[in-house]
C-alpha cells in the first residue's frame, strides 16, 4: 500500500498486508499515513464520536417533524421545536469540545500504558470480542444506575444533573445534554469498563472499543427519542431498558435509574412508580375505552405523574438549599 511507503514509524514493518481483510487494510492505512498513533487514535475517535451521536440524532429530529409518528410518541403533547433542538445542540457540542474531546485525546496513551492494542492488525473477530462488549455493558449499566442515583441527590442535582432535566421529554439530540461536570461523572462508566478489562486480562484491542462507543451512543440517543414502536428493542428483549423505560424518569423525575437494562431498578425498588404508571394505562386500555377516550386518560395520568416528579424535584432543590445554610451557620 502506498501509505505504507515514507513512514518513520515502522509501525507495519514486515506486514503482510495481502493477508489483511478490506477492514484491517483501511485501519493500517489510516494509522500509516498520519504516522502517529496518538493522533490518528485521536482524530478517528472524536470523529467517530461525532458522526455517529448526529448521525444517530437525525433521524429523531426527521421523526419529530412528522406528524405521522405521533402515535408512537410517548409524550406525544411534547414535541421540540426547532429552537429547542439548536438550544440542546449548542451546549452539547460545548460539552463535547471543552471535555470529550481533550479525555479523547488523552486516551491513546492511557490505552497504550495498560496494554491496549491501537495500530496493530489483524483486528479481533466477533467471538473475542462479545463477551467484552457485554462485560462493558454491565459495568456501564451498574455504574450509571449508582451514579445517577447519587446525580439525584441536593447539592449534586441543583448545581449539576438539573440541566438535563431541563426536558420532561425527552428527544434523541437531549441524550448528551448536560452539565459538563456530568458528562465527564457518567461519561467515566463508559470509558473505565474497557480500562479495567484492559488492565486485567491485557487482552483488548481499541476497535472493539469503538465498537462499543457506537453501541453506546445508539443507545443513549435511542433511550432519549422519546418513541416506543412495535418493533422497540424492549418488546424483544424484555430485560432492555429503552426510551419507554427512560421516558418515564425525565416525566416523573423519579424512578428507573439505570441505562442499558431494567434489572437493577427491577431488584432494588426503584421502578416502582414506574410499575404503578403501567399497570394504571394497562388498567385504562382494559375499560375498552375509544381511541380519543384512550389518549385523554393516558394525558390525564401522565400529567398526574409529572406533578408529582415536580414536587419530589423542589424536595430535592429544598434539600441542597438546606445543605448550603447548614454549612453557612
Known amino acids: 500500500m502506498d501509505a505504507l511507503n515514507g513512514t518513520s514509524s515502522g509501525l507495519y514493518d514486515g506486514t503482510d498486508v495481502a493477508s489483511l481483510s478490506w477492514m484491517e487494510q483501511l485501519w493500517l492505512q489510516w ?24 448521525g444517530r440524532s ?54 497504550e500504558s495498560i496494554g491496549m492494542r491501537t495500530y496493530q492488525v489483524p483486528l479481533p473477530g466477533l467471538k473475542e470480542m462479545a463477551p467484552q462488549l457485554f462485560f462493558f455493558f ?26 438535563h432535566h431541563k426536558y420532561s421529554a425527552p428527544f434523541g439530540l437531549a441524550a448528551e445534554y448536560a452539565h459538563p461536570a456530568e458528562v465527564f461523572i457518567l461519561g467515566a462508566g463508559t470509558i473505565c469498563g474497557p480500562l479495567l478489562y484492559c488492565y486485567v486480562t491485557q487482552n483488548l484491542h481499541i476497535f472493539t472499543v469503538y465498537l462499543w462507543i457506537v453501541l453506546r451512543l445508539f443507545q443513549a440517543v435511542d433511550a432519549h427519542s422519546g418513541y416506543d414502536f412495535p418493533w422497540s428493542l424492549h418488546n424483544i428483549i424484555p430485560f432492555w431498558s429503552g426510551a419507554e423505560h427512560h421516558d418515564f424518569h425525565h416525566m416523573a423525575f423519579t424512578n428507573n435509574f439505570s441505562t ?28 375498552g375505552l375509544s381511541e380519543d377516550e384512550m389518549r385523554q386518560a393516558e394525558r390525564e395520568l401522565m400529567d398526574e405523574v409529572e406533578k408529582e416528579g415536580l414536587v419530589a424535584e423542589a424536595e430535592v432543590e429544598r434539600n441542597a438549599a438546606n445543605f448550603f445554610k447548614a454549612k453557612a451557620a
Not at 405521533?70 to 429552537?83: A, D, E, F, H
Not at 456501564?140 to 448545581?159: M, N, R, S, W
Request: include cysteine; glycine fraction near 2%.
Open 138 to 163: 454491565f459495568f456501564e449499566d451498574l455504574f450509571h444506575y449508582l451514579a445517577h442515583q447519587a446525580l439525584h441527590t441536593g447539592v449534586l442535582y441543583k448545581h449539576i444533573h438539573k440541566i
Open 31 to 54: 494509522y500509516a499515513t498520519i504516522d502517529n498513533p496518538t493522533i490518528a487514535t485521536g482524530l478517528m475517535s472524536f470523529l467517530l464520536h461525532e458522526i455517529v451521536y448526529f
Open 260 to 287: 442499558s437494562f431494567r434489572w437493577w431498578d427491577y431488584m432494588l425498588g426503584t421502578d416502582d412508580k414506574y410499575r404503578a404508571y403501567r399497570a394504571r394505562v394497562k388498567a385504562a386500555k382494559a375499560k
Open 58 to 111: 437525525l433521524p429523531w429530529i426527521i421523526i419529530d417533524s412528522m406528524p405521522y409518528f405521533r402515535k408512537w410518541k410517548l409524550q406525544p403533547n411534547k414535541v421540540p421545536t426547532p429552537q429547542e433542538q439548536w438550544e440542546c445542540t449548542k451546549q452539547v457540542l460545548f460539552s463535547h469540545f471543552t471535555i470529550e474531546l481533550p479525555a479523547i485525546w488523552l486516551f491513546h496513551p492511557v490505552a
